[in-house]
């Protein structure tokens, strides 16, 4: 059984913080890492993906992929309110002609204004 | 935009029930899947489909069928309902993972009383 590890959190920081979640994984063939957010009731929103070892920014959003270490993590620069939400990390699951993806439990992100 | 549409909200069905969950979605994607959600048990893979009248078990099948006739419509059926299948049902869809991920609908409520 593959596995995707997350802190459930609570993760508290506070507002213009940087907030840091974490994600590791089990199966050494995956190729393809994403982070959803997930606001109370919601179904999960794509908000990042990464591919390759190294940093992938977006706008406030920094995803950092190692695979020797498999582990992938997600920076939230500037924290908001908005920004509240538990954050899934999914990865998708080795071999050829799979599209499955094995997400984690998620992280309980609260911003504190 | 992109799109899946699950029909339903919210439904409330009883013990022994036989249910169905719709699932549409407007983009042509091959890919399609049905996940549950448990507060602390994450999202689970029920069944998913990679072609028309193709279906793969996920990680819990027990319980469900699904029906994939035409390409845009992927059912998720519970051949009768109990109350352990109370939960979050969530379609979701993909063309490709690298580049695109899963594109989630809106989700399903489902109670068993």
């Known amino acids: 059984q593959k596995e995707v590890e997350q802190n459930s959190g609570p993760l508290s920081v506070p507002e213009g913080a940087i907030a840091s979640l974490n994600c590791t994984y089990s199966?050494?063939?995956?190729?393809?890492f994403f982070w959803y957010r997930q606001y109370s009731g919601k179904s999960p929103e794509l908000i990042m993906s990464?591919?390759?070892?190294g940093d992938k920014e977006d706008g406030r959003f920094t995803a950092q992929l190692n695979k020797a270490s498999q582990y992938v993590s997600l920076l939230i620069r500037d924290s908001q309110p908005s920004d509240s939400a538990t954050y899934l990390c999914a990865v998708s699951l080795s071999g050829a002609g799979s599209y499955q993806l094995t997400f984690g439990k998620g992280t309980k992100l609260s911003v504190i204004p | 935009d992109v799109k899946v549409t699950q029909s339903s909200r919210y439904l409330v069905k009883r013990t022994g029930e036989k249910v169905f969950l719709e699932c549409v979605q407007d983009m042509d994607h091959e890919n399609m899947f049905w996940y549950r959600q448990d507060p602390g048990l994450g999202l689970r893979l029920i069944y998913f489909s990679y072609d028309v009248k193709m279906k793969e078990k996920g990680d819990i099948p027990e319980g469900y069928s699904v029906s994939r006739e035409k390409k845009e419509r992927f059912s998720l059926i519970l051949e009768s309902a109990s109350t352990n299948q109370t939960s979050m049902y969530l379609c979701?869809?993909?063309?490709?993972?690298?580049?695109?991920?899963?594109?989630f609908g809106s989700g399903t409520r489902l109670t068993v009383v």
């Open positions: 990464i591919y390759s070892n």
């Open positions: 979701a869809s993909t063309l490709e993972l690298r580049g695109y991920g899963y594109t």
């Open positions: 199966d050494r063939g995956s190729q393809s």
